[in-house]
């Protein structure tokens, strides 16, 4: 959870701190630098991550106008990993060239990377050296290199949770109905969501913990759901529960699911493999069960659960289907959990 905020020397925040709890409000007029602070921490995230050149995420045209000095100087403070993380690090401009003046990152007050003075030490779990080489100017952040494995499962685990950070700006009126593609990182003002969620869709475990918090959000929320309208292209749904629905539907926290098929399961194999299916059909001999031939409905069901987990069931599905899909997004957060 991020903790602290320290920024000097970035357009109109000079010798700026701020201090964070779990929800926050931020209250100002216009120009008062409110989105600067995300701004910072969206540019901060970028740096660590090593996406870009340090002269590309911070520019000397950032620096407070009425000063002279050419450093800017960052802090944030994270708690996590039974601790409490402090990363700092400044920048120095020299007319269009920019590079790493200092970079630290401490681990209940114990270094695990230091970089300054043209030199580069890392340290170990134990706070033990275990590297040492001279760097002189640094164009980036050394974090990056650390997200895998290394001597300090503390330092990547920092580097990993700040690649984990969503700084965002919700604009609705600027959220695309559609996507043809998938996208692996949210834009600023998310303009992408459903080309993000098409990627995410893949984790199931996400997938689930985000619906989980969105129905103790949303009233009746229930899930996501996408529309294929050519090969690529699709749009994304909110499902919610009607009255009627809510009767129905189980405790949160109950640990079983109830799937009831309209006339029987192969209803719902047939509607998998076909995409077509009348669930009030008379004619019962229109959908056999398969007693010899048990294993035709594997890839149905496995095609069945990712549909679900995933929120690409179609629309045009039985309802009974669509149900069941319900029940199973509301299982998985209890599942992951156990």
């Not at 540019?43 to 590309?56: C, L, R, S």
């Not at 020299?94 to 003075?117: I, M, P, R, T």
């Not at 029987?264 to 398969?290: C, D, Q």
Request: hydrophobic share 35%; net charge negative.
């Amino acid at each position: 959870m991020l903790k602290r905020i320290y920024i000097d020397n970035f357009r109109g925040l000079v010798n700026f701190e701020m201090n964070f709890d779990s929800i926050n409000l931020f209250l100002g007029g216009n120009g008062t630098g409110k989105s600067t602070v995300f701004e910072v921490l969206r540019k901060i995230k970028t740096f660590v991550n090593g996406d870009e050149k340090v002269e590309g995420i911070f520019k000397s045209a950032d620096c407070t106008r009425w000063q002279t000095l050419q450093v800017q100087r960052f802090e944030l403070e994270i708690a996590g990993n039974g601790g409490s993380y402090k990363y700092e690090f400044a920048i120095r401009h020299n007319q269009d060239k920019s590079h790493v003046e200092y970079e630290h990152l401490w681990f209940n007050n114990q270094a695990l990377l230091k970089s300054e003075g043209g030199e580069v030490q890392l340290f170990s779990d134990d706070y033990e050296e275990v590297a040492k080489a001279p760097f002189p100017s640094p164009l980036g952040s050394f974090l990056w290199l650390f997200t895998g494995d290394s001597d300090s499962t503390k330092l990547a685990w920092f580097t990993k949770r700040m690649q984990r950070f969503i700084i965002v700006q919700i604009i609705p009126s600027l959220m695309l109905e559609g996507s043809e593609k998938e996208e692996i990182h949210l834009t600023s003002r998310m303009e992408n969501f459903v080309s993000w969620y098409r990627y995410i869709s893949q984790d199931q475990g996400k997938v689930a913990e985000l619906m989980n918090i969105l129905k103790n959000i949303l009233d009746g929320f229930v899930s996501f759901k996408f529309e294929q309208f050519s090969e690529n292209y699709r749009t994304l749904k909110l499902r919610f529960s009607t009255d009627k629905d809510k009767t129905n539907i189980r405790k949160p926290d109950e640990k079983i699911a109830i799937f009831v098929p309209k006339r029987n399961i192969e209803t719902w194999i047939h509607y998998l493999r076909t995409g077509e299916v009348v669930e009030e059909e008379a004619e019962k001999s229109k959908y056999p069960k398969f007693p010899k031939n048990e294993a035709i409905c594997k890839p149905g069901v496995e095609q069945l659960a990712n549909q679900c987990s995933q929120g690409s069931l179609d629309e045009k599905a039985p309802p009974s289907l669509q149900a069941a899909c319900e029940e199973l997004q509301r299982l998985l957060p209890l599942l992951n959990n156990l």
